[in-house]
């Protein structure tokens, strides 16, 4: 971009598109979407023209970004698991190295230095195990037909879904309540049908998710919470 341009575009994405479009991720990037054929001039004039929203989104990203304590996997911490918060117990000579009890996750006190790979790979199994479900579901509910379902580590995107048919998820979403994750696999999936979000994209999501509004901000007001 030019140096007309009056704020740091992070990503710019191109693609089959017809509007122009702005994202401000959890960590205040700014990604644009853009049409293919748009120009310098037209990404620079609309960013212009956006500028207070975007500098107020970053801030606000920013400053949820600071309120983020990094875990330090003691006893009573808790932990998110579909929407409710259970503390760790640390205890010593456990027949488990960890494990979850469905009220307190309980690890041993000699893995207590590797938590966070144990942590993430128990959210990762979680993932792998109830997504491809919902996902599989919400697929005979709605009639809509996907190729393939997979986890991945992704920290910035909760779905997405490929030309192919694919549709991904990070493991990070198992963390967000039932009725939000419930909202991201029929977003996805409505995806394969309507590859854009427009005005009709986002009618076929309400007619599955009439308060999907709802799910939605919960994702952009506490999506930076969903980490470990």
């Not at 579901?137 to 379902?149: M, P, V």
Request: with cysteine; proline share 3%; charged share 25%.
């Amino acid at each position: 971009m030019t140096n007309d341009n009056p704020i740091k575009i992070d990503q710019l994405v191109r693609s089959n598109r017809k509007t122009l479009a702005l994202i401000v991720d959890k960590d205040a990037q700014l990604i644009v979407r853009a049409p293919i054929k748009a120009t310098e001039k037209d990404i620079n004039g609309f960013i212009k023209r956006k500028l207070d929203w975007i500098q107020e989104k970053q801030a606000l990203a920013q400053e949820k970004k600071t309120k983020v304590v990094k875990k330090q996997f003691v006893t009573g911490e808790e932990f998110l698991y579909l929407g409710n918060h259970y503390p760790l117990l640390i205890t010593e000579n456990y027949r488990y190295s960890f494990n979850f009890n469905k009220s307190t996750f309980i690890l041993d006190k000699k893995y207590q230095h590797h938590a966070r790979k144990v942590f993430t790979l128990w959210y990762r199994q979680q993932a792998e195990r109830v997504l491809p479900q919902k996902l599989f579901h919400f697929s005979g509910l709605t009639g809509i037909a996907y190729k393939n379902a997979g986890i991945t580590g992704a920290k910035k995107r909760w779905g997405s879904c490929g030309t192919n048919g694919n549709i991904n998820f990070s493991w990070r979403l198992i963390m967000a309540p039932q009725s939000v994750v419930d909202y991201v696999v029929i977003h996805e999936l409505v995806h394969i049908v309507e590859p854009n979000h427009s005005v009709k994209f986002w009618r076929k999501v309400q007619s599955f998710v009439p308060n999907f509004q709802k799910e939605k901000q919960w994702l952009t007001d506490n999506g930076h919470l969903l980490d470990i």
